[in-house]
């Protein structure tokens, strides 16, 4: 624990001017984030007497190292510096709301020829109009349903409207009139969009006008006795009208405005908002954070505010704003609503509702923050209990000092010794932390030996550590001059590191978002408190596997001069717990709930390392011996297939034959016939149903 007297800036220092300030622990990363209107007396409340400070407060200045702090011109420059630093750094002790579900929009992809109506969740895409958020997808889809009589727009996937462009015949919905079927030109892109806005216009409020103009088109269809176009223009009125019945009228002014209500106890928060458009409530949405800085209610709004409006601009932020607190000070208040005016391009109305509908309906968003509190404490009670129960039965087991908040999980993956990789998955505070996940090439040597990678991968973790330490001056050389030798004169110290996979894997399962182990050269980034890949050291790895493993483990930590940080390893036969220098295994009960936590983590460990070396075994496959023609790009070599038809028939080309496909000069005809000729085609596909040898005469490159 720190003592805050050690960082405390010399009196005279804090300048008395607005600014945005950082608190940063030992490892340089940025722990909180604030703002004030006058720096000196905000930061000089943080050195105080520790008594005095409020328990989380007082957590977060002995947690904290260093403080540091930019000087702004005005308070809404500071609030959008804030705003910033909170996004980029995630501050551990900041106001962070969780979005308790992923809510769901109506979206209109005004971006394409023929825009398409759909659901929507995650972050919004430029061109497209939303509305909502909705609390339920049926709810939008029901709404959908019976607009589509009066506005057949486009719902189709590209796929299916691209299949009914083929064959000339539209889907279901264009044979029942819910579509206007421009798939097969029954309108134009012009008629198209038409109705896309029409749609719109609906949807953001402007249906009175639209309603009446059916009613005196089907007055006049009944007048001139055309009583069929009468009777489907009576139905498409009644099927708008069930529409608007599904958000009820709670603002007679047709007001455009968002409520905000708090509801909050010592511990947590939970926000409301309830999106008013035309009157009717559109959407609703919630949060909930744990308070991990003192704040009070209208700091609770502000934080709110920001992370609503923090990236919208435009019709989505709303001309009105009603909130249940605003800042005492009413310059703070002044800033506030000009940054929601800058955002929205013209004023914005920031007030606290005193009487009539809009104070009775802020009421009823408290009573929907206050209900979704309780729900949440109600869910989060157990889990919490279990998490914590589960990190001292495995603290109690192992021996531990104090909980390990911060476990790292390593486990080695190969198909018969090709494609050997690594995995390292990190869960803080018994919950996975995805965005820390590493992965790892072997390139120590070739084969199959899970105790020689394992060896390999956690030396390369905890060399970066140690360089990261060095880097920062948390590490000198009179605390381990062996160590500091190894982790940074060994010469394959720095071959496997660079040879790590630096690409991010694309998100298409949960946890393949995490980097790989590339250190590199330190960026500006890193110095500037962002989350560093290595720099923070788990108080328990855990490896998966026996004794062997662990020892190996244990052998490379030590070579290093790790000693504070504690190893075990789960066996997946009797799922016992190996610890270093011990003969007999840790049996925790089956129903314990460490034994469960070890089990996910492991679990977790080797899910992102089968994921990983399916891929690269996949992107192996798929290589050819013309990747390794130089000056062939992928353009001329799509070109070659293309034109032969296979890389079997390339290579029965000649030179000549080779020169005739476009781009393709004498020089790399023959550098192309050289590789194939060098390179051992590969075995013939065969029919595994009916044992017959298939051909190649497809587009195939992995000869």
Same mark, same amino acid.
């Given at each position: 624990?720190?003592?805050?007297?050690?960082?405390?800036?010399?009196?005279?220092?804090?300048?008395?001017?607005?600014?945005?300030?950082?608190?940063?622990?030992?490892?340089?990363?940025?722990?909180?984030?604030?703002?004030?209107?006058?720096?000196?007396?905000?930061?000089?409340?943080?050195?105080?007497?520790?008594?005095?400070?409020?328990?989380?407060?007082?957590?977060?200045?002995?947690?904290?190292?260093?403080?540091?702090?930019?000087?702004?011109?005005?308070?809404?420059?500071?609030?959008?510096?804030?705003?910033?630093?909170?996004?980029?750094?995630?501050?551990?002790?900041?106001?962070?709301?969780?979005?308790?579900?992923?809510?769901?929009?109506?979206?209109?992809?005004?971006?394409?020829?023929?825009?398409?109506?759909?659901?929507?969740?995650? @972050?919004?895409?430029?061109?497209?109009?939303?509305?909502?958020?909705?609390?339920?997808?049926?709810?939008?889809?029901?709404?959908?349903?019976?607009?589509?009589?009066?506005?057949?727009?486009?719902?189709?996937?590209?796929?299916?409207?691209?299949?009914?462009?083929?064959?000339?015949?539209?889907?279901?919905?264009?044979?029942?009139?819910?579509?206007? /079927?421009?798939?097969?030109?029954?309108?134009?892109?012009?008629?198209?969009?038409?109705?896309?806005?029409?749609?719109?216009?609906?949807? @953001?409020?402007?249906?009175?006008?639209?309603?009446?103009?059916?009613?005196?088109?089907?007055?006049? @269809?009944?007048?001139?006795?055309?009583?069929?176009?009468?009777?489907?223009?009576?139905?498409?009125?009644?099927?708008?009208?069930? /529409?608007?019945?599904?958000?009820?009228?709670?603002?007679?002014?047709?007001?455009?405005?968002?409520?905000?209500?708090?509801?909050?106890?010592?511990?947590?928060?939970?926000?409301?908002?309830?999106? =008013?458009?035309?009157?009717?409530?559109?959407?609703?949405?919630?949060?909930?954070?744990?308070?991990?800085?003192?704040?009070?209610?209208?700091?609770?709004?502000?934080?709110?505010?920001?992370?609503?409006?923090?990236?919208?601009?435009?019709?989505?932020?709303?001309?009105?704003?009603?909130?249940?607190?605003?800042?005492?000070?009413?310059?703070?208040?002044?800033?506030?609503?000009?940054?929601?005016?800058?955002?929205?391009?013209?004023?914005?109305?920031?007030?606290?509702?005193?009487?009539?509908?809009?104070?009775?309906?802020?009421?009823?968003?408290?009573?929907?923050?206050?209900?979704?509190?309780?729900?949440?404490?109600?869910?989060?009670?157990?889990?919490?209990?279990?998490?914590?129960?589960?990190?001292?039965?495995?603290?109690?087991?192992?021996?531990?000092?104090?909980?390990?908040?911060?476990?790292?999980?390593?486990?080695?993956?190969?198909?018969?010794?090709?494609?050997?990789?690594?995995?390292? =998955?990190?869960?803080?505070?018994?919950?996975?932390?995805?965005?820390?996940?590493?992965?790892?090439?072997?390139?120590?040597?070739?084969?199959?030996?899970?105790?020689?990678?394992?060896?390999?991968?956690?030396?390369?973790?905890?060399?970066?550590?140690? &360089?990261?330490?060095?880097?920062?001056?948390?590490?000198?050389?009179?605390?381990?001059?062996?160590?500091?030798?190894?982790?940074?004169?060994?010469?394959?110290?720095?071959?496997?590191?660079?040879?790590?996979?630096?690409?991010?894997?694309?998100?298409?399962?949960?946890?393949?978002?995490?980097?790989?182990?590339?250190?590199?050269?330190?960026?500006?980034?890193?110095?500037?408190?962002?989350?560093?890949?290595? /720099?923070?050291?788990?108080?328990?790895?855990?490896?998966?596997?026996?004794?062997?493993?662990?020892?190996?483990?244990?052998?490379?930590?030590?070579?290093?001069?790790?000693?504070?940080?504690?190893?075990?390893?789960?066996?997946?036969?009797?799922?016992?717990?190996?610890?270093?220098?011990?003969?007999?295994?840790?049996?925790?009960?089956?129903?314990?709930?460490?034994?469960?936590?070890?089990?996910? =983590?492991?679990?977790?460990?080797?899910?992102?390392?089968?994921?990983?070396?399916?891929?690269?075994?996949?992107?192996?496959?798929?290589?050819?011996?013309?990747?390794?023609?130089?000056?062939?790009?992928?353009?001329?070599?799509?070109?070659?297939?293309?034109?032969?038809?296979? =890389?079997?028939?390339?290579?029965?080309?000649?030179?000549?034959?080779?020169?005739?496909?476009?781009?393709?000069?004498?020089?790399?005809?023959?550098?192309? &016939?050289?590789?194939? /000729?060098?390179?051992?085609?590969?075995?013939?596909?065969?029919?595994?149903?009916?044992?017959?040898?298939?051909?190649?005469?497809?587009?195939?490159?992995?000869?």
């Amino acid at each position: 624990m720190a003592d805050p007297s050690s960082y405390r800036p010399k009196p005279g220092q804090i300048p008395d001017s607005p600014g945005v300030y950082r608190f940063r622990d030992d490892h340089r990363r940025v722990i909180y984030v604030g703002k004030a209107k006058s720096l000196r007396p905000r930061l000089s409340s943080y050195f105080q007497d520790l008594a005095n400070l409020h328990p989380r407060t007082r957590t977060m200045v002995t947690t904290a190292a260093s403080v540091e702090w930019t000087v702004v011109s005005t308070e809404v420059e500071a609030l959008q510096l804030e705003y910033s630093w909170i996004k980029e750094y995630d501050p551990r002790f900041n106001v962070k709301y969780r979005d308790d579900k992923s809510y769901p929009y109506l979206a209109v992809t005004l971006n394409e020829e023929f825009p398409r109506v759909q659901v929507m969740r995650g @972050a919004k895409k430029k061109g497209v109009r939303y509305f909502g958020p909705y609390g339920h997808a049926w709810a939008i889809r029901e709404t959908v349903d019976l607009m589509l009589r009066v506005f057949p727009v486009r719902t189709c996937s590209a796929g299916v409207f691209k299949n009914a462009e083929r064959t000339g015949r539209p889907c279901l919905l264009g044979y029942i009139g819910k579509c206007s /079927a421009p798939c097969v030109g029954r309108v134009t892109p012009e008629e198209h969009r038409q109705l896309a806005d029409e749609f719109c216009d609906f949807m @953001a409020g402007r249906t009175g006008a639209y309603i009446r103009r059916l009613e005196q088109r089907m007055a006049i @269809a009944a007048e001139d006795m055309e009583y069929e176009k009468a009777g489907r223009l009576r139905d498409d009125i009644g099927a708008l009208r069930r /529409a608007m019945e599904k958000n009820a009228v709670v603002l007679a002014d047709a007001t455009d405005a968002d409520l905000i209500a708090v509801a909050e106890d010592e511990l947590e928060a939970a926000v409301q908002i309830f999106h =008013v458009r035309g009157g009717r409530v559109r959407g609703q949405r919630g949060w909930v954070t744990d308070k991990v800085e003192e704040v009070d209610t209208a700091g609770l709004v502000e934080h709110a505010l920001q992370q609503l409006y923090g990236e919208e601009i435009g019709d989505s932020v709303p001309k009105e704003v009603l909130v249940p607190a605003l800042p005492e000070d009413q310059r703070e208040t002044d800033a506030l609503s000009q940054w929601l005016s800058e955002r929205r391009g013209s004023h914005v109305s920031l007030r606290i509702p005193q009487r009539g509908d809009k104070k009775d309906l802020m009421a009823t968003v408290g009573r929907n923050a206050q209900q979704s509190l309780v729900l949440h404490k109600t869910k989060r009670a157990s889990d919490l209990t279990t998490r914590s129960r589960a990190l001292e039965e495995i603290a109690q087991a192992l021996g531990l000092d104090s909980v390990p908040l911060r476990i790292e999980c390593f486990d080695i993956s190969h198909l018969q010794g090709d494609d050997v990789v690594a995995s390292m =998955v990190v869960f803080e505070d018994g919950l996975a932390r995805k965005s820390e996940y590493r992965r790892f090439q072997i390139k120590g040597f070739e084969g199959q030996d899970d105790v020689r990678s394992m060896h390999e991968v956690i030396g390369r973790r905890f060399k970066r550590y140690l &360089a990261e330490k060095e880097r920062t001056g948390e590490w000198t050389q009179e605390e381990g001059a062996d160590a500091q030798d190894q982790a940074v004169q060994d010469p394959n110290a720095q071959d496997p590191t660079s040879q790590d996979q630096t690409a991010r894997q694309q998100p298409a399962a949960p946890g393949e978002d995490g980097h790989n182990g590339h250190s590199g050269p330190s960026s500006p980034k890193e110095e500037d408190g962002r989350p560093k890949r290595f /720099a923070y050291p788990p108080q328990l790895v855990v490896v998966d596997g026996g004794q062997p493993q662990v020892a190996a483990a244990k052998r490379a930590m030590d070579e290093l001069g790790i000693d504070d940080v504690a190893v075990c390893g789960l066996a997946k036969r009797l799922e016992e717990v190996w610890v270093p220098d011990d003969d007999d295994p840790v049996v925790l009960p089956r129903s314990s709930e460490g034994l469960y936590l070890l089990q996910r =983590v492991r679990d977790e460990a080797h899910r992102f390392a089968i994921t990983y070396q399916r891929a690269k075994r996949a992107k192996r496959i798929r290589t050819s011996p013309l990747d390794d023609v130089p000056g062939l790009g992928e353009t001329r070599k799509q070109a070659l297939i293309k034109h032969f038809g296979s =890389v079997k028939k390339l290579r029965q080309a000649t030179i000549e034959q080779i020169c005739e496909v476009p781009g393709l000069g004498r020089k790399t005809a023959e550098s192309v &016939a050289v590789a194939l /000729a060098q390179a051992a085609p590969a075995a013939p596909a065969v029919n595994t149903a009916t044992g017959e040898i298939m051909e190649d005469d497809g587009g195939s490159t992995h000869d």
